[in-house]
């Protein structure tokens, strides 16, 4: 032990965008995140998931390898790579490629240009995942691009962002950058981007020089030789140098000697088991050579425990023996994680997961089939043990260390059958996960090593290996009944039924495991998939009596089929010069800062001086008393803020609205499990988080009612929050006479809908900081910023003048920043008014998943009356909404519904809602709140009916078709005049464009060819009814003739600065002079201010743009008419004048240049509908359940687009957010009602591998529309209603799926009643396409042999 201290350097030295590091006292625990944000001016790292799920941290890390005189770059997880692992390393973010002061790097400006950043909170991450890609394709010794290009091809391009999430964007111009730089891009094919100008050909990049950055400072390469050994007072890191000083180190850290120990590696365990566990000592294995080392020999591969799967996945593709298994493996394991994730994660590292923790690897099953063995040290005990015993082993103690993995070259044997010269290997292996990219934990995985041959009676399976893992079961197993069972055999199709009727048994998760049936039925696809080509290679399938039925099976899994994504897109928009700079599809404002890093969200406000943090208690029981809640360490805590603190007169109030307001704390019950109970405020946010995760919470149930936590227990109890009746929607006709009216009914028909969860890619986070006088700034991320500053005020008692709320801009809201933000901000501001101290808070992920509401779910139960021919002659609907605790916005339920649902001439149409007050928490309004599931009820009304009669869905569609005199009976004054009804010209155009009757016959084609995957295509129509509220701007001129503006909207990334601007500067320009042609430059919109800006209202319901841009059009009208009478003085005076010298001279005469309006939009013509129509193809895999989306074809109409590249971002990003909600999604609680998928590795939004693989988006300049703000209309929310044609498309193939199942079954035609739930996720697809279906199949084809 004293001779690694004598070696120790006592200091860690490493490079930040060329900068110098080097620091001598660290707290090992320390994360680089951690570090960058809180000691480095660099906040470009964001933290948006911490466990390596979301990208949003991801840097360069490069680092010089003095053998090879070579520097390695690749990305890393900067919340889970620990700051002292990155000695003599140099690490890039997007802050180091470029700036706005020394010029930005072609990836910032390809970002802005093709639109591809909207809040801009992912982008510095997607910006470093592309760089390292482009980086380490230049290693490559692939021929040199053109100029400007990269050796990067299109699809490594694109698969370099496949491990980074936006909710924003959709991907498809993401995608487009980063196509952009790749050597065989047709520049054709880019979207829509401001470096193509009028429509002609894109000739002009930003130029990429592959060289621009150097990567590792030359500075860094003398520091590579020293040994880190950090002392920080007592806890300590190691990294030793050979397995002699690491057993020498472990035997004296040991548990024994009352040392914490963590042997580390990459240590991205940390992101899936979140430890609070505070370590002495850290000893990292990675420089060690035995572990870090890959050997090659003949017969195997032996693989250090330390190496990264990124290097093994090298490794075995080098491997020019083998050209299956191995590169199959390596196939596979690009599918663990993301790319940053591969790059650390070692394989050790994954194995003593799953032997130590249960982990579901995937390395452990796949290593598993092809034999390997590991060696382990424990002491100076050398052990080999097989993969089995290991993995059945007693989980390791701290002490035992994991070597190396050897792993066989599988080859045929020369015993047994083999011995014959066709004896041949096959190997293959499967993983059924949401994502086929990865970044998923699989349902089930699995490998299957086989040796067969060929002789005249068949195929023989000499020996066989079948390893299944990540099923819920402790570890990777091999299936031995099953092996035991094949081996010997003649493969046949009874063979086969009989061995995938025991790899049912054989595959069977413990009780408990989520998806049991399904886990377990994805075992037999896969059995069946790896047997039955085999059989069908030689050429007929037999039975054991050999007979061929000489068909073939057409498998799911198509070989030679690689992952394609996002392969072609198209973007059709009319932009329009009449308004001139609105209505051109300008690059967002401040999009090229936000690939910089240089936006400032509120967590990046440098902390004030003594600013504390502070982190939710929430409670996990629906209802209780809070007796008690315990510290675990009291040491580190500041204080608990509770309901107790408010002080006196303060109301204990968190959000509110028009409807009443939610409590900030729980007093003396709680009301909902995830509701807050208490701030625990710390020194760091780490801190804080910690106390909060740790903390102890007595609950007193006694004598209490049992919670409400079920819609129908709401309805026993009459637990409703009331709706007001100015907001109960009218019904429409007369229901009896519809009915009686009817030639078929559906009685009391059921649906459910699920909740989502906003997932801002910025979780919530406010900072507030105590101001003279008792007053109070908070900064906030916050699409409500006025309604938190009074509700700030009513807690802490003061008058609202004394709360200033800050909002710049917001890293994602969806409607999850509005009433949800308003308890942060003021969490913050009562623990600073408390403390007398700044005290800022960044919720982690998981506390905001539980204590975010997100969408209403509801059941639905609806009575039909038709005719024979489709004809809806009534339809009457129960809805009952679970709102949760407190009514938020959700009196507005009914109201919005039927905005949507309207959607079709029902003849007469009833409703009875119920908004039931339930004890879950509060649920809120996300991204067109009710619209969007009641556009969804509307479709599976029309689908129903299509079933029951046996008629195209698209025909019951057309057939129910609003004329413009249902539609006006149905909407009133909403619905316009007859020219702004496009629905019918949007549907005929879509038909065209998508080419719909060619592709409907291709669908049916396939069908019929094809048994293991089946396709369905459907168009589905939307209309949405939005509303435009009141809302503030601010107008002033400044000396130097810039423009400053304010207005009530907040900037979410919807491009509401953008248009702001653009209408600025058209309006202004009204005062014609010279000049004004380049207003736009000098318009500057500034971060709202509740102090400045007054009655600000709601950033929601997608009219905010456009109500922002009428109050900047009214106060420009005033500015105009102020300085039109000075203008025609100065003309006369000089013949022209330009705008600088104008109002330098309005400046002299003392004109007011500064103008405030309320826009209050009339009555008349607040309310109109969104029209737009989707076609989607998709195509379901019967073995997995897996939908992929083939094609998406939208079209939108957007009146006269105020900017066609912001309404397109919204279309693509609003859809794709839609595909999340109908067929990704689910966002779980468990019995109490608390929300039990708390991260990225349980909650799955859309990533570029799930999104339709063509999107074809037009954007309709309908232009009709003279009542509104210049003839523009909403893009925001009512796009999300489109992705119901996702869902509907699957329905129509697993109609298909089901028939054939029927017919296998020997049923008469198929059951065509079935309801598929929201989300269709693979288990559900899987459940209804029959989780038997093999079985099915297999017996069909033995009873007609
Ligand atoms: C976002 C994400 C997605 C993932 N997806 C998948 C997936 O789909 N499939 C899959 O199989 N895996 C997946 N993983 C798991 C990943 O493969 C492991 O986290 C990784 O391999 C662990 O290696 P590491 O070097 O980071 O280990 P560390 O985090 O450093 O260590 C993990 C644990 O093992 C111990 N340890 C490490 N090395 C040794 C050793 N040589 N001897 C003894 N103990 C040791 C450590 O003390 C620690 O307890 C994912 C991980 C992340 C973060
Ligand atoms: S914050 Fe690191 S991956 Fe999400
Ligand atoms: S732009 Fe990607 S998350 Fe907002």
């Known amino acids: 032990m004293e001779d690694t201290q004598l070696i120790s350097t006592q200091r860690l030295v490493f490079a930040v965008n060329g900068e110098r590091f080097e620091l001598s006292e660290v707290d090992p625990s320390t994360t680089l995140l951690q570090f960058l944000r809180s000691h480095t001016r660099f906040k470009s790292v964001k933290l948006g998931c911490g466990e390596g799920g979301c990208g949003a941290c991801n840097v360069l890390l490069s680092k010089f390898n003095p053998k090879l005189k070579q520097v390695e770059d690749y990305t890393i997880s900067s919340c889970l790579t620990l700051l002292c692992s990155i000695n003599a390393c140099s690490i890039t973010s997007t802050e180091g490629l470029g700036n706005i002061k020394d010029g930005f790097h072609p990836i910032h400006e390809r970002f802005a240009g093709f639109h591809a950043s909207q809040c801009g909170f992912c982008t510095p991450g997607m910006c470093m995942s592309l760089f390292s890609a482009l980086v380490n394709s230049e290693k490559t010794h692939r021929p040199e691009p053109a100029l400007g290009f990269s050796k990067l091809t299109v699809s490594e391009a694109e698969k370099s962002i496949s491990g980074n999430l936006c909710r924003c964007t959709g991907y498809r111009p993401i995608a ?260 086929p990219l990865g970044n998923a934990l699989a349902y089930l995985n699995a490998a299957f090593l086989a040796e067969t041959s060929v002789c005249d009676r068949g195929v023989r399976i000499n020996s066989v290996r079948l390893a299944f893992g990540s099923f819920g079961v402790k570890h990777a197993i091999s299936a031995s009944t099953v092996e035991n069972y094949l081996v010997g055999k003649m493969l046949s199709v009874d063979v086969i039924y009989e061995a995938v009727k025991l790899i049912r048994f054989a595959v069977s998760p413990e009780s408990g495991t989520s998806h049991s049936a399904y886990r377990s039925s994805l075992a037999v696809g896969f059995l069946f998939d790896f047997l039955w080509p085999i059989v069908e290679a030689d050429g007929c399938v037999r039975t054991s009596t050999c007979n061929s039925y000489g068909i073939t099976s057409r498998m799911a899994f198509d070989r030679s089929e690689t992952t394609t994504l996002l392969s072609s897109a198209k973007q059709v928009i009319e932009s329009s010069s009449e308004h001139y700079p609105v209505g051109e599809a300008i690059v967002k404002s401040g999009s090229a800062i936000q690939a910089s890093g240089e936006a400032i969200f509120v967590d990046d406000i440098p902390s004030p001086l003594n600013c504390l943090h502070g982190a939710f208690i929430y409670s996990t029981k629906p209802l209780a008393r809070v007796k008690r809640i315990k510290l675990n360490s009291k040491k580190d805590v500041h204080s608990v803020v509770t309901f107790q603190d408010i002080p006196k007169g303060g109301d204990n109030i968190g959000s509110k609205t028009l409807f009443g307001p939610e409590p900030l704390f729980a007093d003396e019950l709680t009301q909902c499990a995830g509701q807050r109970i208490a701030f625990a405020v710390a020194n760091t946010q780490k801190i804080a988080d910690v106390l909060a995760d740790t903390a102890m919470v007595d609950y007193d149930m006694e004598d209490l009612e049992p919670p409400i936590l079920t819609v129908e227990q709401a309805v026993e109890k009459s637990s409703f929050f009331e709706i007001p009746s100015f907001l109960y929607p009218s019904h429409v006709g007369d229901f009896s006479k519809g009915m009686a009216e009817s030639e078929h009914q559906i009685h009391s028909a059921e649906i459910q809908l699920p909740s989502q969860y906003y997932f801002y890619m910025e979780t919530q986070t406010a900072l507030a900081v105590p101001d003279e006088d008792n007053c109070m700034v908070v900064y906030s991320s916050i699409q409500v910023p006025e309604y938190a500053q009074s509700v700030i005020a009513r807690c802490l008692n003061v008058p609202e003048h004394n709360v200033r709320v800050i909002t710049r801009r917001v890293g994602g809201g969806f409607g999850g920043k509005a009433l949800k933000a308003m308890p942060v901000a003021t969490a913050c501001a009562l623990a600073a008014y408390r403390l007398r101290r700044p005290v800022r808070t960044y919720t982690n992920r998981k506390t905001d998943m539980i204590m975010a509401g997100g969408r209403h779910p509801m059941k639905i139960k609806y009575t039909i009356g038709f005719k024979s021919n489709g004809k809806i002659t009534a339809l009457h609907l129960d809805i009952l909404i679970n709102a949760g605790m407190s009514p938020d916005i959700s009196p507005v339920l009914p109201w919005n519904m039927l905005c949507a649902l309207k959607k079709y001439n029902f003849g007469a149409l009833s409703f009875d809602f119920k908004v039931c007050k339930t004890n879950h928490s509060s649920k809120s309004a996300m991204r067109a709140p009710g619209e969007v599931q009641a556009s969804f009820i509307a479709e599976a009304v029309i689908e129903h009916i299509a079933s029951y009669l046996s008629l195209d869905a698209g025909l019951v569609r057309e057939m129910n078709f609003h004329s413009y005199d249902s539609l006006r009976l149905f909407y009133g004054v909403g619905a316009g005049e007859p020219l702004e009804y496009t629905l019918p010209t949007i549907w005929d155009k879509l038909m065209k464009s998508s080419n719909f009757d060619y592709r409907v016959e291709t669908v049916n084609t396939f069908n019929k060819n094809n048994l293991w995957r089946k396709k369905g295509i459907s168009r589905i129509p939307i209309l949405h009814e939005v509303s435009l509220r009141p809302t503030p701007g601010k107008v002033s001129i400044l000396r130097d003739g810039s423009v400053v503006v304010e207005v009530g909207g907040i900037e979410l990334g919807q491009g509401l600065w953008t248009k702001v601007k ?77 705008w600088d010298l104008l109002i330098m001279q309005a400046n002299m005469y003392s004109i007011n240049l500064s103008a405030s309006s309320f826009f209050v939009p009339e009555f008349t013509s607040m309310r109109y509908i969104n029209y737009g129509a989707a076609v989607s193809e998709v195509e379901v895999n019967l073995l997995t359940g897996e939908t992929k989306i083939l094609q998406t074809d939208i079209v939108y109409d957007c009146g006269q687009s105020l900017n066609p590249a912001v309404d397109l971002g919204q279309i693509e990003g609003a859809f794709v957010q839609g595909i999340g909600f109908f067929m990704l999604e689910e966002y779980l609680t468990n019995s109490d009602g608390m929300v039990v998928v708390d991260g990225t590795w349980t909650y799955k939004i859309p990533t570029i591998d799930t999104i339709p693989k063509q999107l074809n988006v037009q954007i309709l300049n309908s232009g009709h529309h003279k009542k509104r703000v210049l003839s523009s209309k909403a893009s925001g929310e009512p796009p999300l209603l489109l992705a119901a044609s996702v869902h509907c498309a699957t329905r129509a193939a697993i109609k298909e799926a089901r028939k054939q199942l029927c017919s296998w079954k020997r049923l008469d035609g198929s059951d065509p009643m079935f309801q598929l739930d929201v989300p269709a996720t693979m288990p559900v697809v899987k459940t209804l396409c029959g989780l038997d279906n093999v079985e099915f199949y297999l017996q069909s084809l033995l009873s007609s042999s």
Not at 190 to 209: A, E, I, V
Not at 245 to 258: I, M, Q
Not at 318 to 332: G, P
Request: charged fraction near 25%; include cysteine.
């Open 176 to 435: 487009d950058v980063c196509k952009s730089f790749a050597a065989d891009v047709d520049m054709e094919d880019l979207g829509l981007n401001s470096f193509r100008k009028n429509d002609t050909k894109l000739h002009k990049l930003p130029f990429y020089d592959s060289k621009q950055i150097t990567t590792y400072p030359e500075f860094l390469k003398n520091e590579y030789e020293s040994t880190t050994v950090l002392n920080n007072r007592n806890k300590s890191w190691y990294s030793p140098r050979s397995i002699e000083e690491l057993t020498s180190l472990v035997e004296y850290n040991s548990a024994d000697n009352g040392v914490m120990v963590k042997l580390v590696a990459g240590n991205t365990g940390a992101g899936y088991y979140k430890e609070t566990d505070q370590y002495d000592t850290y000893i990292d294995l990675r420089f060690i050579p035995e572990l870090s080392t890959i050997k090659k020999a003949g017969s195997h591969i032996e693989v250090g425990a330390t190496v990264s799967i990124s290097k093994l996945i090298l490794a075995l593709n080098e491997e020019i023996n083998d050209d299956t298994v191995f590169k199959k493996i390596a196939s596979h394991l690009e599918k663990i994680g993301s790319e940053s994730i591969r790059n650390v994660a070692s394989i050790g590292g994954n194995l003593v997961m799953a032997q130590r923790k249960n982990f579901p690897s995937d390395i452990a099953t796949v290593l598993l089939a092809v034999k390997s063995k590991v060696t382990i040290l424990t002491g100076v005990k050398k052990e080999i043990l097989t993969l089995e015993e290991f993995l059945e082993k007693p989980a390791l103690d701290s002490r035992t260390v994991l070597l190396s993995v050897f792993v066989p070259y599988p080859k045929p044997t020369k015993n047994g059958y083999s011995e014959k010269a066709n004896a041949k290997v096959i190997f293959q292996t499967y993983r059924a996960s949401s994502r």
């Open 1062 to 1138: 653009q209408m600025t500067a058209y309006c202004l320009s009204a005062v014609q002079c010279d000049g004004t042609d380049t207003l736009l430059d000098k318009v500057r919109v500034i971060q709202a201010d509740t102090l400045s800006m007054v009655q600000g209202g709601f950033t929601a319901g997608s009219t905010t743009s456009e109500a922002s841009c009428e109050a900047v059009r009214l106060c420009c009208s005033v500015l105009v008419e102020r300085l039109v009478s000075l203008k025609e003085k100065l003309k006369e005076q000089s013949g022209s004048v330009d």
